[in-house]
């Protein structure tokens, strides 16, 4: 979203204060851009497949099932890649405009000390040039931030449509056996070690991962106590900067900068703590994805034994007949 501003005159105090009240509107309402994620149960995951030491069956309506899973995943992650992306460009504008509001106000501030004007006020619009400055920084980390939650989300279609290609094959297992040599086995059984040693790494990861959840659930909390504490602080400390003055210009003047640093200040905590609250929910999908991989690896593990097992039955009646 890209805001202009006026030219520059002494006026300009008034401008950082429309224009935040507008900014944190705009990121109060249009910041929490979740996407939306099929999570499915555990139990569900892979429909009525018996997996077991008896063997590994797949039937039709379990293949279709994971095929319609997979399509209505991908209508709602494609649907969120989308607005977060129209965000991402709003989040960009934002940069440029934030970029173009500092420069306006270094060029007053070197009017204001050419004309020696009040110690107190240029201090107050150095400040605020801070403040601009943080403001672009939250920007640049958020769109790094939802551009991680797109590379998650396209990481989430993956897992599904690579359940349902596992889930074909294992289907089509019959047919894939006829065409495998008889002297295949051994060379599937080290394939089936190598698929249960990824299991593991799997598992590793997805301890990793419920530490990033925990993690951000806890500095969540943090961020909004920080925050509010520093919102709180700061205005109290730009009161102070008044007092004792007369109710005159220079007064005046004073309030509008304090009014727009404290406006500014309010944006970019709540831009920081949503920045977290998507953090969040990102490990918390990747977390999901991580429990849908050890579904898969476990899946395609029992298949390749299953494929092993059948080989090495096929090459003894083979024998048993010569």
């Not at 319609?68 to 934002?94: C, H, T, Y």
């Not at 961020?223 to 210009?249: F, H, P, Y």
Request: hydrophobic share 40%; proline share 2%; charged share 35%.
């Amino acid at each position: 979203m890209f805001f202009t501003y006026p030219t520059l005159k002494k006026s300009i105090s008034f401008a950082p204060v429309h224009y935040l009240i507008i900014c944190f509107l705009w990121i109060y309402l249009c910041l929490p851009v979740y996407a939306q994620t099929a999570v499915i149960p555990e139990k569900e995951k892979t429909g009525k497949i018996q997996f077991d030491e008896t063997g590994i069956t797949v039937k039709a309506e379990d293949v279709e099932r994971a095929q319609i899973n997979e399509e209505e995943v991908k209508a709602g992650v494609g649907k969120s890649i989308q607005e977060i992306r129209a965000f991402i460009r709003g989040l960009e504008d934002d940069v440029k405009a934030m970029n173009n509001y500092r420069d306006r106000l270094l060029q007053e501030k070197k009017g204001y000390q050419e004309s020696g004007e009040s110690h107190a006020f240029v201090e107050l619009l150095e400040r605020e040039i801070e403040g601009v400055k943080e403001k672009i920084d939250r920007d640049n980390e958020q769109i790094e931030t939802y551009e991680d939650r797109i590379t998650v989300l396209q990481n989430q279609l993956k897992v599904n449509a690579d359940l349902v290609a596992l889930l074909t094959r294992i289907g089509a297992l019959e047919d894939e056996i006829l065409m495998t040599p008889d002297d295949a086995a051994p060379m599937i059984r080290k394939e089936t070690d190598s698929a249960k040693d990824y299991i593991a790494e799997i598992q590793e990861s997805i301890k990793e991962k419920e530490a990033v959840v925990s993690f951000f659930t806890s500095r969540l909390k943090e961020i909004r106590d920080k925050t509010r504490n520093d919102e709180q602080n700061l205005a109290k400390e730009l009161i102070s900067v008044k007092e004792g003055r007369r109710n005159d210009e220079l007064s005046r003047k004073l309030q509008e900068k304090i009014d727009s640093i404290v406006l500014l200040k309010k944006a970019v905590s709540e831009q920081w703590v949503t920045i977290f609250k998507t953090r969040l929910e990102t490990s918390k999908i990747r977390y999901d994805i991580g429990l849908q991989a050890w579904k898969n690896a476990e899946l395609n593990a029992a298949f390749l034994a299953e494929k092993a097992r059948r080989l090495d039955e096929r090459l003894k009646e083979r024998k048993l007949i010569k």
